[in-house]
């Protein structure tokens, strides 16, 4: 074999185990494997974890931070008219250098695959020119899922359908949409109508924004599962943000997960943004803006987490960190159980595979060998750590490596060394 590596804790729990691999696929998962290779990593009973997905972001913003200036107040309106002053000096060669540099970071923190939603109410397509070429090029070592996204509104924006299509033509993967942006109720449904058509004409999938607004009123959900069935595209579409359900009637809640579910439609939040965004009119309490996870999970729903922003009009943190992401989702949805936890884990990377439809993900015999080992003994403390990735192999090759975390103290009667990871009960 080409890489062994032995002694891995996998997410599922499973201890002890071998994962050898052969060129860019994983041939053996098993205990005490009986082989040789020309590499043999010993991740001492460590955490190796399939990569990190983002069902969720926005490439063509990232890392644009304080242009042409900063977001004073921080709301989403704030945020959507500061990038419209932003696209009239947009280049092709500045949005691609800028996606270059996120998809660095990206790797060093095995995030693999993302679901890039990219405007296209610009009648230039510069992003999409941008995106498309970003795409090809780091096609080798991450996997970039673009999505047509009327930023403007698909029927509020005069050119949105044509450069919707154009998009689409030009290779652009997803159908988007955000039909609450819309001038009206019946717009935003006429919209995803006239969306869910057209992916289903195509073959495509679709990922919205949806509803994201604390108006319980805001139900496009619900016509967008309707739609779903009626188009056929059963697991094949998102509902992103959803964060208006937060704020919905309970009884009104209590129809509509069922019909989430029977549509197949995947959930996607957006804790660290749906947490800074939503709530913005309240004074106390003030409502935490983020969709209803677990009950969303409990009705069978699959639910991914996403980053949406870093260091852009919207968001002016994140390093695309998915443990962060991860680790927000679980506090602003309580999910503090053992249970909870894992599933938060599970959101950022087999349920984000799902959403983005990745068949070859994941650690078994004949999938493409795309892994990562953490400083950590398993998703309960990588979560906790936010830990550190030690090596990031795609492909069956290393692309990206970091030294162990340890801090030396200087204390008397105290170790040379401490290191935060830690064995519940041992010390008892
Ligand atoms: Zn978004």
Redesign the pocket.
Known sequence: MDLILRNARLPDGQQGVDIGIRGDRIVAVQPALDATATEVIDVAGRLVSPPFVDA???MDATLSLGLPRLNESGTLLEGIALWGELKPDLTVEAIAKRAMAYCDMAVAQGLLSIRS?VDVCDDRLLAVDALLDVKQRVAPYLDLQLVA?PQDGLLRSPTAKRNLVRALDAGVDVVGGIPHFERTMADGAESIRWLCELAAERGLRVDM?CD?SDDPLSRHIETLAAETVRTGLQGRVTG??LTSMHSMDNYYVSKLLPLIAEAGVHAIA?PL?NITLQGRHDTYPKRRGMTRVPELMDAGVNVAF?H??VMDPWYGMGSGDMLEVASMGLHVAQMTSATGVQRAFDAVTVNAARVLGLDDYGIAPGRRADLVVLQAADPFEAIRLKATRLAVIRSGKVIASTPEKQTALRLPGRPDHVSLEFTPGSLA
């Open positions: 969720h972001f926005h939603h996204f924004h994201e992103s943000h957006n943004i996403g949406d922003c």
